[in-house]
């Protein structure tokens, strides 16, 4: 298998892409261990990847823990991050800006802390790989902050794979993915928004976390890779140029 005795860390692989990418990888022959902040969805999640999965509560925002964790978990491969929490669209004039700060915690700052203390564990030939969106490139009104923390992942990516190399770093820009992050949409709302981002894409179609789990496991798995942005957003952005 292509992973076989690889250790595979996944940050936010409780649910959604995470835990896509962390099946995935189990699958593939890696060692995985998942970390997200829920311990329930931790739980939850081991309950149905392999037994040889581990799992683990980290809170990103939190320093002295994402350095525990891989204290503990010690020499790996490859980490994935996809942690994020739903964002509500919102003015930017509507916001504190200490309210403007938290919602950059966990996906910028969260990744900062991952990518300082994963590095020097990483073997030869291993990869960093973190997760951006495609609104890094095609903003909507009332997401300027996501669009900004999008595009400062995106532009960290590049500065790590020359930083960090010869340690592969990429980013996957994944576009409207069903996940649990779309949950608290109540039906029929829910289908109606998918139908209408669907509508948006050269595919007709919405992603799966699974398709967004095939990308990870590609640039875990081809050495040739590094500095790149890969898109997966079934041709949105493409589609909005027609």
């Known amino acids: 298998m292509a992973l076989s005795g690889q ?3 996944v940050i936010g692989g409780s649910s959604g892409m995470g835990l896509a990418t962390a099946r995935a990888a189990a ?4 060692e995985v261990t998942i970390a997200s902040s829920d311990e329930g969805r ?12 581990e799992g683990a509560v980290v809170d990103t925002r939190d320093e002295e823990a994402v350095a525990a964790l891989f204290a503990r978990v010690g020499e790996l491969d490859h980490v994935v991050f996809t942690a994020g929490d739903a964002v509500r669209p919102q003015p930017l004039a509507d916001l504190s800006l200490e309210a403007a700060r938290q919602l950059l915690e966990v996906r910028f ?3 900062v802390a991952t990518v300082k203390y994963a590095a020097p ?7 960093i790989a973190l997760t951006s969106g495609t609104v890094s490139v095609r903003p909507v009104a009332g997401a300027a902050l996501a669009s900004g923390a999008a595009s400062a992942t995106e532009g960290l990516a590049r500065g790590l794979a020359v930083e960090l190399a010869p340690i592969r770093v990429n980013a996957v820009r994944p576009g409207a993915i069903r996940t649990p992050l779309w949950d608290p949409v109540p039906e029929p709302q829910r289908a109606a928004l998918f139908s209408a981002l669907a509508d948006q894409t050269l595919t007709r179609s919405i992603g799966e976390a699974e398709q967004i789990a095939a990308a990870h496991l590609y640039l875990m798995e081809n ?5 790149t942005v ?3 957003d079934g041709g949105a952005l493409l589609a909005g140029s027609r």
């Open 121 to 127: 564990r990483i073997r030869p030939g291993g990869s």
């Open 42 to 53: 931790v739980a939850a999640a081991l309950a149905e990847l392999p037994d040889a999965c």
């Open 27 to 30: 699958r593939a022959g890696a």
């Open 230 to 232: 890969l898109t997966v």
């Open 7 to 9: 250790r595979v860390v």
């Open 109 to 111: 700052w969260g990744t």
């Open 223 to 227: 050495a040739f890779v590094t500095g």
